[in-house]
């Protein structure tokens, strides 16, 4: 399996523009997360899904994110408009339900908003 | 407010010596996980610890985990320099998982 993938690998944007980050999770797998790792705030669960439904979205920073998970091999997280405090690095992870529920991470998605 | 502190937040070590890692937490634990982090990359898995008495090991890294004391500890046995990372411990309590302060681990020959 080619693990979490995650595109696109880096994205440097405008403030206020649109920034769509996409995720395709490990094959089977059946919880997906998305997290974000900045200098000030360490890691931080945003949002996660089992099945494609939003579980736990708690951690979602405020109504510029959105996340869908239209089918079990594909989700987005949306920011629009984006900020410049918006700036980290943002990884999607999958587990499945059953044995050890360990999450694997994808490689990340380094945002930089200007 | 609930909190996951790991201790120390910078570990300098030299090669060949032990030492343990700190994960506390202030809440019931589902699940603890353990992860190293490179710099610039992402996060390994190392341990998912699911029950209270769990210990793992692999190589020199043991895991273990206290649910009374809301405790998880990191034990590395004779450092070795490729040991240098960030580690961070990872709690799933209900439907919601917070992830430790990091603690990053310099290994001197």
């Known amino acids: 399996d080619a693990g979490v993938i995650q595109s696109p690998r880096h994205e440097v944007t405008e403030m206020g523009q649109e920034v769509t980050l996409r995720c395709k999770p490990i094959?089977?797998?059946?919880?997906l997360f998305w997290y974000r790792q900045t200098m000030m705030r360490g890691l931080e669960l945003l949002i996660y899904?089992?099945?494609?439904?939003?579980?736990?979205d708690s951690g979602m920073p405020e109504d510029r994110f959105s996340a869908k998970m239209p089918n079990a091999s594909f989700s987005t997280l949306k920011i629009q408009p984006s900020e410049p405090r918006d700036s980290a690095v943002y990884f999607c992870?999958?587990?499945?339900?059953?044995?050890?529920?360990?999450?694997?991470f994808g490689p990340g998605t380094r945002l930089t908003v200007t | 407010e609930l909190k996951v502190e790991q201790n120390p937040l910078f570990l300098s070590m030299q090669e060949e010596k032990n030492y343990t890692i700190y994960c506390n937490y202030s809440?019931?634990?589902?699940?603890l996980y353990w992860y190293r982090q490179d710099p610039g990359k992402s996060l390994e898995s190392l341990f998912v610890?699911?029950?209270?008495?769990a210990v793992k090991q692999e190589g020199r890294l043991m895991a273990s985990l206290d649910t009374k004391a809301r405790l998880s500890t990191l034990h590395i046995t004779a450092a070795v320099h490729d040991l240098s990372a960030t580690y961070f411990c990872?709690?799933?309590?209900?439907?919601?998982?917070?992830f430790g302060t990091g603690t990053s681990l310099t290994v001197i020959p």
């Open positions: 610890l699911l029950s209270n008495g």
């Open positions: 809440t019931t634990s589902d699940r």
């Open positions: 992870a999958s587990s499945q339900q059953g044995g050890s529920y360990e999450q694997y």
């Open positions: 899904f089992n099945n494609n439904v939003p579980i736990d």
């Open positions: 990872l709690l799933n309590t209900g439907n919601q998982f917070y």
């Open positions: 094959s089977g797998h059946d919880y």
